[in-house]
């Protein structure tokens, strides 16, 4: 038996390789296995090569794995894509339709099914996917029973012989690898493992979920990948606590509404990814000059301009820090894995009230929709913390209430449209305590000085999670996906290596930061973009950077461990 094996299967799109991966991870989920998966798809609705990479493992992994065990593949070209990913022995379980072919110099199995055969006989050619997932069952001796409880769970809806249909597909399926399993070489069974409590999901659903419980009952939004299924989610969610969510015509209108509405004291959010930030930039610079809470998920792509819609990056960093003209107070955070996507949400949402300004919700396409098992979440531990917003009658003259009042924080307090005595004036224009236009040179100064104290020395709590010792040989920095990958490189090397997950990018929390950064022989920065941005923002804060270097990929794959783990042999 083995502890985790990784099983893609591929195909063109549209051909039911997602439903596929779906079924088969869904019910290993059920069963107890961790899982961590990786689609690979086109930018288009149909056609083209797709895959989906699921690693299932008997302990916790947040990876994709270095090599592939099993491969189904319903065409050839996802034979010759993916087949050198396998490791030696690996197994093909391909459709004869296409009399399959490998490479000779490949040491793998190949072995037909007659996935598309078998489907016909039940009625139709699209439950070939049903033929795969029970040959795949029994490869892995998996208990097929499983698997019908989970036909009955996702086609009991469609009537009983909808459901039979699929099942009898599934089962000849497992008979016909259950009668050829003597001439297979290999092991492929999975040790056994208790059933838990346990979540299986997207990163997009535990953001959505996160806000759902941090009290939004507004959002606006435009549809880009890989930001569309947080919009879907609150869609058929939020309506269910009288929250509405609308589909702009385009970014600007849904991050001015956004703004609107927070203004209004709603609870209000977007979500997009790189182009649809571009377009939202000067409205970021409208919030922060308002002072008015807003928070924004921005699911990074690869770029720049249409880029790489579907592949995985982060090269918005700089973007999300320095993109607005002019200077405001703004918050960049970045959850360590799905876990952290649903507790960080809410607290992007505290931070927006408590400081009155932009918080950006950092994610990447891995984090967003490589679909993962995690710990149950548990709403009852977030806090709600609205700031100093005002929602009772204020006691006063006719006079403007001071919005802007300078203070020591920089917060003032806010009072919500129809307080009576909180009437003020808002405006992008620099203004003065009440909100009325003034360009003068002191009260520009002024004001500015206010919005920018806000976030002086702001450090959330746990700004990064930490796994080490202060001193250290190596510290390896990373954020969002590229924690995982991070993590299970340095378990594989016997040295004193320190790892640190971003979790608040912007403002540097650099006072936090400094024992584990001047405790380090050397620290390497990890990260999926060009430039190193991550790496570049750190040195900008941290004067001894000379021991500093970094790791950087940038072609659209998600970081494997044993890139990093080759990266750190040839550094120590």
Known sequence: MISQLSWKVGGQQGEGIESTGEIFSTTLNRMGYYLYSYRHFSSRIKGGHTNNNIRISTKEVRSISDHTNILVAFDQETIDINASELIDGGVILADEKFKPEVKEDLNVQLIAVPFTEIANEHGSKLMKNMVAVGASASLMHLDIEKFTDMIYTM?????????????????????????????????????????????????????????????????????????????EYMIEHLPKVDGTVIQTEDE??????????NYAGARSFTSSSGPGLSLMMESIGLSGMTETPLVIVDTMRGGPSTGLPTKQEQSDLMQMIYGTHGEIPKIILAPTDVEDAFYLTTEAFN????????????????????????????????????????????????SYFERFKVTESGISAR?????????????????????????????????????????????ID?????????????????????????????????KNITTIHMRQLFPVPIEALQPYLDGAKEIL???QNYTGQLYNIIKMNYPHHGKMSQFNKYDGTPLKPVEIERHLNELL
Do not use: W
């Open 252 to 261: 600007i209108s849904a991050v001015t509404m956004a703004i609107g509405s």
């Open 525 to 527: 920065v990890v990260e």
């Open 155 to 231: 086609f009991a809806r469609k009537g009983q012989e909808i459901v039979d249909n699929n099942i009898n597909a599934l089962k000849d399926g497992f008979n016909y690898i259950e009668e050829r399993l003597d001439q297979i070489d290999g092991d492929f069974e999975l040790e056994k493992v208790e059933t838990r409590d346990s979540l299986y999901l997207i990163g997009n659903d535990a953001i959505g979920f996160g806000a759902l419980n941090a009290g939004v009952r507004f959002m606006a939004a435009y549809p880009i990948t890989p930001a569309s299924d947080i919009m």
């Open 415 to 459: 009072p919500i449209p129809g307080v009576k005595g909180g009437i003020h004036h808002v405006t992008g224009v620099e203004h003065n305590p009440n909100g009325t236009p003034n360009e003068s040179a002191v009260n520009r100064k002024t004001q500015m000085d206010k919005r920018m104290r806000k976030l002086e020395g702001l450090t």
């Open 462 to 494: 746990a700004p990064f999670k930490i796994n080490g010792d202060v001193d250290s040989e190596l510290l390896v920095i990373s954020f969002l996906s590229g924690n995982g990958p991070v993590d299970e490189a340095v378990e594989r090397i016997d």
């Open 351 to 398: 931070l927006a009230d408590e400081y009155q300004v932009p918080v950006i919700l950092l994610s990447d396409l891995q984090m967003s929709l490589g679909k993962q098992s995690s710990n149950p979440f548990y709403p009852s531990k977030v806090v709600i913390n609205r700031g100093q917003m005002i929602t009772e009658d204020i006691d006063g003259d006719e």
